[in-house]
């Protein structure tokens, strides 16, 4: 266990640099969630606390996109608003019965999934872009991302980016929206189950969601300074940097 101190000093730059990192490139929880570990909050409980943390962003990013989800029929936006919510939930739920010997077991796997994700990100939007039309398989394919994205947030919005891409959108900013208006829902309804199971650490969790909002709001500022590609470059070191330390464990 950390002194008092040395754990705010930790939780609350590990937040506000997820907010940061969210703002501009995403990875945010590559570093909300091991810190929580590290701080000696159990996996499982710092896998659904890192999801409280960062869950404010979705919220500012789906209000940025909201002339483009205008355009969308609003029949759409709910059925695939409660897709996600049920998938958030599923995942949620699965979160909650695995056994924590297990989790532990599995964090390095996925850390290193949703590094992989998010170093092939923008290769995946190029090759998915080009015409591609899957839509029939739109809807199952979100409800399995949404699973996935109550179960373990990383690498969340680049499998939503691919879904959307893979299914005919062609417009960059629509995918941005559903992606973001996805993340929101899911999120939401994830963390919901997380807070009636008991599973957030609320000393720690509200403690990173003002550090996590605060570096969010830095990071747009930031983000009309720093080239994209080194913001890139320092999450997915940061990922892999991650992952290779919880396999050490």
């Not at 998938?87 to 599995?106: H, N």
């Not at 964090?107 to 092939?120: G, K």
């Not at 959108?169 to 929206?177: G, I, K, M, Q, T």
């Not at 919901?192 to 509200?206: D, E, K, M, P, T």
Request: a positive charge.
């Amino acid at each position: 266990m950390l002194p008092p101190a040395a754990e705010v000093l930790l939780l609350s730059a590990a937040a506000f640099g997820a907010g940061v990192l969210n703002a501009i490139a995403g990875g945010g929880s590559f570093l909300t969630f091991p810190a929580l570990v590290y701080a000696g909050v159990p996996p499982i409980q710092a896998n659904a606390t890192s999801a409280l943390a960062v869950s404010p962003g979705y919220l500012g990013s789906t209000l940025g996109f909201r002339a483009e989800l205008a355009e969308l029929p609003r029949s759409r936006l709910l059925r695939e608003s409660l897709i996600a919510a049920a998938g958030g939930l599923v995942g949620a739920g699965l979160l909650l019965v695995t056994p924590g010997r297990l989790f532990s077991g599995l964090v390095p796997w996925l850390l290193l999934f949703a590094t992989v994700l998010f170093a092939l990100g923008p290769w995946l939007q190029r090759t998915l872009g080009a015409g591609q039309d899957l839509a029939r398989w739109r809807e199952p394919g979100l409800l399995a991302v949404a699973v996935y994205g109550g179960y373990f947030n990383g690498g969340l919005g680049i499998l939503l980016m691919a879904l959307y891409l893979l299914s005919g959108e062609s417009r960059l900013d629509r995918v941005n929206a559903l992606k973001n208006l996805a993340s929101l829902v899911l999120s939401l309804l994830s963390v919901l189950a997380f807070v009636a199971a008991g599973a957030i650490a609320w000393r720690q969790g509200l403690l990173m969601m003002v550090a996590a909002t605060l570096g969010g709001w830095a990071g747009a500022r930031v983000a009309r300074r720093l080239p994209a590609s080194s913001v890139r470059g320092l999450v997915i070191a940061t990922g892999l940097g991650m992952t290779a330390l919880f396999f050490a464990r």
